[in-house]
């Protein structure tokens, strides 16, 4: 465990995509720590880098430089070797798989690392709570995109992870559903994991314990809070 409780130090993270011509330079030497007990918002115009840092952070894009160090708590060293079940990712388009039903999305998590059977109760609970229990046996074309979408957040906090990155996972919410996703992501904060969550939503701004916000691919910390309390 590291000494200051952060599960994920970030150092320079430089990331850039080539469009022909062009390079759009989305990271620009991002430096982050996220530690245990925060939610963080991360806000940020549309283009600003918060999805590009939330792939890299998970292991699904590469930095061209800077240094990911993770706790050992997180099962890897490097981050495209993270297991499913420490670090999870709600990506912004969701990323639903269309040949499944909801319950089988919901438990792909389990299937992926070989133990379906002792988490079909948890991931009853979660669709209880997420108000998506009555839809299991659909497919995601036969749902709403904010029943999808609280379909990738029960699948992200299957299986309890250390570090939850949401990208947007209110941007399909009433506010009620808002408060439940937000509610549920304190939850596992209080119990010593942490979440990063990309977001315009003012509600998660306020009630985050942290902020940062990015810019232009460059990244700064506004405010702290006091974690949240146990619940
Ligand atoms: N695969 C890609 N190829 C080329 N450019 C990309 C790619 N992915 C992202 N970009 C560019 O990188 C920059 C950062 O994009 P990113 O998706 O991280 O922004 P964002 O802050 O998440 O925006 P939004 O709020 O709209 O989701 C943008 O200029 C975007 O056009
Ligand atoms: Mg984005």
């Given at each position: 465990m590291s000494r200051h409780g952060a599960l994920i130090t970030a150092t320079g993270l430089v990331k850039s995509f080539r469009r022909g011509a062009e390079t759009v330079h989305a990271l620009r030497g991002v430096d982050l720590s996220i530690n245990r007990g925060q939610v963080v918002a991360l806000i940020g115009p549309s283009g600003s880098g918060k999805s590009t840092l939330l792939n890299v952070l998970c292991g699904w894009e590469q930095v061209e430089a800077g240094e990911l160090i993770l706790d050992e708590t997180l099962g890897a060293s490097e981050p495209e070797d993270l297991p499913w079940g420490r670090v999870a990712l709600v990506p912004q388009a969701l990323g639903?798989?269309?040949?499944?039903t909801i319950l089988d999305n919901v438990l792909m998590p389990a299937r992926l690392s070989g133990g379906v059977q002792p988490m079909i109760e948890p991931a009853a609970g979660l669709m209880a709570e997420f108000g998506i229990d009555h839809l299991a046996?659909?497919?995601?074309?036969?749902?709403?995109l904010g029943e999808q979408q609280r379909t990738a957040v029960a699948r992200a906090l299957l299986l309890k992870p250390m570090v939850v990155l949401a990208d947007e996972p209110s941007a399909h919410q009433d506010a009620g559903w808002s408060d439940v996703l937000f509610a549920a992501f304190t939850r596992l904060a209080a119990q010593g994991c942490a979440c990063l969550i990309a977001t315009h939503n003012p509600v998660v701004w306020e009630r985050a314990t942290t902020v940062f916000a990015m810019r232009d691919g460059e990244l700064s910390t506004h405010n702290t809070r006091p974690a949240p309390a146990a619940h």
């Open positions: 639903l798989l269309e040949e499944l046996a659909r497919y995601p074309d036969q749902v709403s």
